[in-house]
């Protein structure tokens, strides 16, 4: 239709194309009915301007649908995304859950305890250290959740396309993180009050053996003798010091943290000197006969001193050691009769004599209230007695205190 053309009357009588005919010469569309016919001109320009006009309509075409296959793509790896984030999160939630549940079942097992055992203690040790580094560890991936980097990550996927489709996922996932910071939080409060109780339990602990072990000092004193089992303290590793990072992430916390160990360590020092000193009675029923200090000696009539103190008691009642130890002597000697020596450790050694029976060999290692022997009336002996010696750094000290000490 575009090419016709007609002579019509109207038209100027010379016309205006040429026989070369370019591409973009002026032409004219004519639309003719029965009475009039209309003529629209067509200028090189227009021409121009209505091809660009379709090239750029298909090429919008071609990159619109492109970009819908695109955004969707997007859409998927972004719903993958947070997908995985959103099972990393409930992963999250299991692991605090659990983590809570532990930390109630210490919290419960502190309530019910009396006192802490060493072993009771290396088992608190444990777990507060493990309580520390699984929060420690639940704090990276907690970081790692937080609301900018799921920003970070979406947006670089979403680049421009297609943002408020899952910003209200978005908002969702924030209000989680949000609660998820609080029972983070919480969890805290739990762990300090954890490491506060441990703090109490422990503490008061080592102040009991403090005082069993000054008690004993305070006796030896007024007779003007004198043990400082503590001097063989040895350097323990020193103190637990958190990291800087640590220190500037919770500071309360990191400050019980550090007195929850030094206490652990002196449990574990104080719990190692109790062990060593022989506290407590070697036989069950006795009477005093014979203090420790100046006596007349039975046999010769004299001033001598006595280095021990006399235990009357049943022949064959048993005696145990007050101390773990190891025996260092197990033999019949014609002054003490059947003797028995330990040695405790940590400068401590006590002696058995006038044994009935001797049940022990010399370098057997022994448990606390092991039964050395019987009580009898053998070497230089009037009756059934056991003489009994608590020896300190290689001196003779007033076994007394030691039996009186109320652990
Ligand atoms: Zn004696």
Redesign the pocket.
């Known amino acids: 239709m575009m090419k016709i053309q007609k002579k019509m009357t109207a038209l100027p009588a010379k016309p205006h194309y040429t026989a070369s005919k370019p591409f973009f010469s002026p032409k004219e569309i004519i639309f003719r009915g029965e009475k009039r016919a209309m003529v629209f001109k067509l200028s090189s320009k227009f021409q121009l301007f209505l091809l660009i006009s379709f090239m750029f309509f298909c090429g919008w075409g071609l990159y619109s649908s492109h970009m819908y296959h695109r955004s969707d793509t997007i859409i998927n790896k972004k719903e993958e995304q947070l997908d995985k984030t959103r099972v990393a999160y409930e992963d999250l939630l299991t692991e605090f859950a659990a983590l809570n549940k532990s930390i109630e079942n210490i919290m419960q097992g502190l309530g019910k305890e009396e006192n802490v055992s060493k072993k009771k203690a290396n088992a608190y040790k444990n777990q507060a250290a493990m309580i520390e580094s699984r929060v420690n560890k639940i704090t990276q991936e907690h970081s790692w959740l937080s609301a900018d980097k799921v920003q970070e990550r979406t947006s670089l996927y979403e680049a421009q396309l297609q943002r408020d489709l899952l910003a209200s996922e978005r908002d969702e996932l924030q209000e989680r993180l949000a609660s998820l910071n609080e029972q983070y939080e919480e969890l805290r409060e739990y762990q300090k009050d954890a490491y506060d109780k441990v703090i109490s339990t422990s503490g008061k602990e080592v102040a009991k053996m403090k005082k069993v072990l000054s008690d004993v000092n305070k006796a030896l004193k007024e007779k003007g003798q004198y043990f400082n089992a503590l001097s063989n303290r040895k350097d323990m590793g020193g103190p637990y010091i958190p990291s800087k990072k640590e220190m500037e992430e919770d500071k309360e916390l990191n400050d019980k943290l550090t007195s929850l160990y030094q206490n652990m360590e002196d449990l574990d020092y104080y719990t190692q000197v109790i062990e060593t000193t022989p506290l407590g009675k070697p036989v069950w029923s006795y009477w005093v006969t014979?203090k420790f200090g100046s006596r007349l000696d039975p046999f010769k009539k004299s001033k001598a001193t006595?280095?021990?103190?006399?235990l009357a008691s049943m022949s064959g009642n048993k005696i145990r050691v007050q101390a773990k130890g190891k025996v260092t002597r197990a033999e019949y000697t014609s002054g003490y009769g059947n003797l028995v020596e330990v040695d405790h450790g940590n400068g401590f050694k006590t002696r058995y004599?006038?044994m009935k029976t001797i049940y022990v060999q010399k370098g057997e290692e022994l448990e606390k209230n092991t039964a050395v022997g019987e009580v009898g009336s053998t070497g230089r002996s009037t009756g059934p007695?056991l003489?009994?010696?608590v020896i300190y750094r290689g001196v003779r000290v007033d076994p007394m205190p030691f039996m009186q000490a109320k652990l």
């Not at 006595?306 to 006399?310: A, N, R, W």
Request: charged share 25%; no cysteine.
């Open positions: 014979s006595h280095k021990g103190v006399d004599a006038h007695h003489h009994y010696e």
